[in-house]
């Protein structure tokens, strides 16, 4: 899926610890949610001041997500 | 990196002096004492002040090398700002290719640098899916261009991205509907509201009216529906018009 795999390839960019990376899929009533996870310490650097970060990860995952004909929805979770 | 030279009563003070010019601690510091300086007698006679050049360590040991040596210096720092510079540029350039090729996007950067600002030109075929709704996407990919690219500190590069020359076309639009809009204030004396743009294009709008001395604009509401507004500016009252 290519909005799984944009959202992977910039947490990876934007953290530390990459290993600690992981992104779950659940079906929502809406959308897919792809749930971020990421190392205790790198959560400051994928959500950014005012959240400003993982705003702009929304943008461009969903660009990604028109070519996979699907409706995303991205979520941090810890 | 400079070196400094400082005097006073005491090598010591010296020293301490030269540090805090600097910013620097004593250890990442060079220090060459020129002068140890001597106490007066009894405090009849002056002392010889201390006397001492403090420098970063690796700029000092270049230094030792001969005549030209702050020239050698500042040349090894600004290879080395240099090549952090490209570093940065080179995080940032491999982020974009790998986020193109995640929209399925074939296409080319053009990089060039101008006023220390980095320009990435995306050319190619169909790019509004990097583009976005308003600019949005270019938006925020150029965003976390510049993340990536100053992940790693020492230097600050600032990246714009654009494509297929998008920006310019959209400045170039954002001025004209400025000034149409100007005209609209002017004929009707109603202020206008112009629809929710980004912080980036608000800009242009206010820049391009900034000298229209009847009109003052202004931004109103919040992120991400915030207006730029344009009113007109009250008339002077003048005494002969009381």
């Known amino acids: 899926m290519h909005s799984k795999e944009m959202l992977r390839f910039i947490a990876e960019s934007l953290v530390d610890q990459t290993d600690k990376v992981q992104i779950n899929e659940v079906q929502g009533e809406r959308a897919l949610v792809l749930e971020l996870q990421v190392a205790d310490e790198d959560m400051g650097k994928v959500i950014g001041r005012n959240g400003r970060v993982i705003q702009a990860i929304r943008t461009v995952s969903k660009a990604a997500a028109i070519r996979d004909g699907k409706k995303i929805h991205v979520e941090v979770v810890d | ?242």
């Open chain 2, 1 to 242: 990196m400079r070196s400094v030279e400082k005097t006073g009563r005491t090598v010591e003070e010296a020293i301490q002096e030269a540090l805090n010019e600097l910013g620097i601690e004593r250890d990442e510091a060079e220090i060459v004492v020129l002068e140890e300086g001597s106490k007066g007698l009894f405090g009849l006679l002056r002392g010889r002040s201390a006397r001492v050049r403090v420098g970063l360590k690796a700029d000092l040991a270049a230094a030792k090398s001969g005549d030209r040596s702050a020239t050698a210096a500042s040349e090894e720092e600004a290879r080395r700002l240099d090549d952090l510079r490209n570093a940065a540029i080179e995080r940032g350039r491999e982020f974009l290719v790998g986020v193109l090729e995640r929209l399925g996007i074939t296409a080319g950067i053009e990089i060039r640098e101008d006023d220390d600002i980095v320009y990435m030109n995306v050319t190619g075929a169909d790019l509004g899916i990097l583009i976005g709704r308003k600019g949005q996407t270019l938006d925020s990919v150029q965003y976390l261009v510049n993340i990536v690219a100053n992940r790693q500190g020492g230097v600050r590069v600032r990246i714009v991205i654009d494509a297929e020359g998008y920006r310019e076309r959209r400045e170039q639009f954002l001025r004209g509907l400025a000034m149409r809009m100007a005209e609209r204030v002017r004929r009707r004396g109603r202020r206008v509201v112009l629809e929710p743009m980004s912080a980036l294009e608000r800009r242009v709008v206010h820049m391009a009216l900034k000298d229209e001395e009847d009109l003052t604009t202004f931004s109103e509401g919040k992120e991400p529906y915030r207006r730029v507004v344009i009113v007109r500016k009250r008339p002077l009252v003048r005494d002969e018009n009381v």
